[in-house]
Structures are given as structure tokens and as C-alpha cells.
């Protein structure tokens, strides 16, 4: 899909900070942090309330500016590039959020066919497009249906679809199956993994379940204190003994038999996604 080489990593926030003042006077936000994500990963990022996740996230497409360091996605330095030229990059970097953000006047198909509108694609193009989407995420049939008429998986759905629609090297997610009940995550969790692996689309998900990023990620970085504290491979479904994350999860008494490897086989035994109930803890 990209004619980027192989070994260029999809996403590389290279010293990036975004800092805030709390109401105390106290700073928040990003601390100094580097995150390399290799193309095709599926990157989960885990923490506390506040932690820092979500403006991580928005980083890695400058809807948070950072302060300081370079966001770097397929090799093309963001924080270099100009209001028009980044414009052109965001292109490529589809987004979903906890609360959908569709058009509510506007139709499923109109809805999808938003971003590739605002590049410029051509008619053909993005009604091919629009197609290709709504039956990749199972909707074709809703193409003429106002938001207003749908679940919230289906409308995270089209939200994945209108992501997709420009064929994005990568998505960023923040919490997307937090306003969804636990089958509707699962499901939900199966098309993010389809599109990675048939479009071979990056993935970067906040999440505070710790199944959906056990289900879904092949590494996670766990954040506090708005720095990356630790970082693990967990392909095989497995959290490694030793690790700080093992170590949460046994506080919060967490810990059980490591979900199944692949979104694919997470079918019908599947336990509810665990709430990691960080905010209480921290509290
Ligand atoms: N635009 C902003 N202005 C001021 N402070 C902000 C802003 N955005 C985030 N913060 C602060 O930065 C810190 C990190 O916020 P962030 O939203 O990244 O946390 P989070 O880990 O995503 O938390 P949650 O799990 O609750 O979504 C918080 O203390 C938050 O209040
Ligand atoms: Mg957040």
C-alpha cells in the first residue's frame, strides 16, 4: 500500500512533549517521550486517568502541537511541514474517538465520503470508495440511513469506515469501544484487526480495557505520569511475569488466563472486556 521501505516506522515521536498547567499550578500532560511504531503493529497505549494517552495520541497527527521533538508518520517529518502540507498527511492518518463524531444531517455514505470530499477525490473514486468500506465493515445496507437510525457499534462502524475510506497508512483510535457493550466490542475488535491485517494499516488505540488491548495489540506502552514507563510485546496474549503492567493487574486483582492471541478465535467463550478501573486507583 505504501511506497514507503518496509523498515521506515509508520509512527516515530522523537522527544515529544505537550505540557499543561493544572488548576494547582502543578505541569501536565506529555513529558519528554519517543514512541516508534513499525508499519503493520498494532500499538496499544494503557494508563491511569490523566496519564497522558490521549494527547500522546493526538500527537502522532498534530492535533496537539508538541511543545517540543518531531512526529514523524511514514518517514514525513509532520512538525516540519506547512498548514497545506500537513493537510495532505493528515490524509493518511484516519481517526476514530469513543463518541463516534458522525454527522447526524448527513447519510452512512455521506458520512464516509466526508474526508475524501475535503482531499479532492473524484466522484468515481470515492464512490467506489464509500462501497469498498461500508461492505468491508458490514453496512452496505445502511449506505442511505441517517446516524440517528443505528446502534453505537454500527456507528463505530461507519466511523472505521470514514476512517478507511482514504486509505490511511495508519489509525489512530482513542478508547473506541469504551461507549460499547462488551459483545459489541469484540466485534468491534475483529474489524480493527481485519483491517490490519488485509489493508496493512498501522494501528495506535488508547484504551482503558485491558482485554481490548490483550485482544487486539501486538505491544503496548504503558503511560504514567505523562511518560512511557514500559513497554511490552504481547502478541502471544501472554503479560510477562515481572512487568509493572503484571504487577497493576495483580493490585487490582486483575489477573487471569491469558485471553486468546487472535481477535479471530475470540469468539463465544469470550470473557467481558475487563475495565481496568484505573481512575478509582487513582483516585
Ligand atoms: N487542552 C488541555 N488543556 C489543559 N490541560 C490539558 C489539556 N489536554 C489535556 N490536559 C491535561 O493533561 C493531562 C493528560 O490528559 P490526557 O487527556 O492526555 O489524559 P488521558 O490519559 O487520556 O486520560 P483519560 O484516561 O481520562 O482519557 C490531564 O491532566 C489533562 O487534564
Ligand atoms: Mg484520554
Known amino acids: 500500500m505504501s511506497a514507503t521501505p518496509a523498515s521506515t516506522p509508520a509512527i516515530a515521536l522523537k522527544g515529544v512533549s505537550r505540557r499543561f498547567t ?16 513499525p508499519q503493520g ?5 494503557i494508563g491511569f486517568s490523566g496519564a497522558g494517552k490521549s494527547t500522546l495520541l493526538r500527537l502522532a497527527n498534530l492535533l496537539e502541537r508538541p511543545d517540543a521533538g518531531e512526529v514523524i508518520v511514514h518517514g514525513q517529518n509532520l512538525t516540519r511541514l506547512s498548514a497545506a502540507g500537513l493537510r495532505q498527511a493528515r490524509h493518511r492518518i484516519g481517526m476514530i474517538f469513543q463518541h463516534f463524531n458522525l454527522l447526524h444531517n448527513q447519510t452512512v455514505a455521506e458520512n464516509v465520503a466526508l474526508p475524501m470530499r475535503i482531499a479532492g477525490a473524484s466522484p468515481a473514486h470515492i464512490k467506489k470508495r464509500v462501497a469498498t468500506c461500508l461492505d468491508f465493515v458490514g453496512l452496505a445496507a445502511k449506505a442511505d440511513v441517517y446516524p440517528g437510525r443505528l446502534s453505537g ?14 486509505e490511511p497508512h495508519v489509525l489512530l483510535a482513542d478508547e473506541p469501544t469504551s461507549a460499547l457493550d462488551p459483545r459489541t466490542t469484540l466485534d468491534l475488535l475483529d474489524v480493527l484487526a481485519d483491517a490490519n491485517r488485509q489493508f496493512g494499516v498501522t494501528i495506535l488505540l ?15 506502552s504503558v503511560m504514567e505520569g505523562g511518560r512511557i514507563v514500559e513497554q511490552l510485546d504481547i502478541a502471544n496474549g501472554a503479560i510477562p511475569e515481572g512487568s509493572r503492567l503484571a504487577s497493576w493487574l495483580a493490585d487490582f486483582g486483575a489477573v487471569g488466563p491469558a485471553a486468546s492471541p487472535s481477535p479471530t478465535q475470540s469468539e463465544a467463550a469470550a470473557p467481558a472486556p475487563h475495565h481496568f478501573a484505573l481512575e478509582a486507583a487513582h483516585a
Do not use: W, Y
Open 206 to 220: 488508547v484504551s482503558h480495557e485491558m482485554e481490548v488491548v490483550r485482544r487486539l495489540c501486538h505491544r503496548v
Open 41 to 45: 503493529e498494532i500499538h496499544g497505549i
Open 153 to 166: 457499534g454500527q456507528k463505530q462502524r461507519v466511523a472505521i469506515a470514514r476512517a478507511l475510506a482514504p
Open 22 to 37: 493544572d488548576p494547582g499550578g502543578g505541569e501536565v500532560g506529555v513529558r519528554t517521550t519517543d514512541l516508534v511504531v
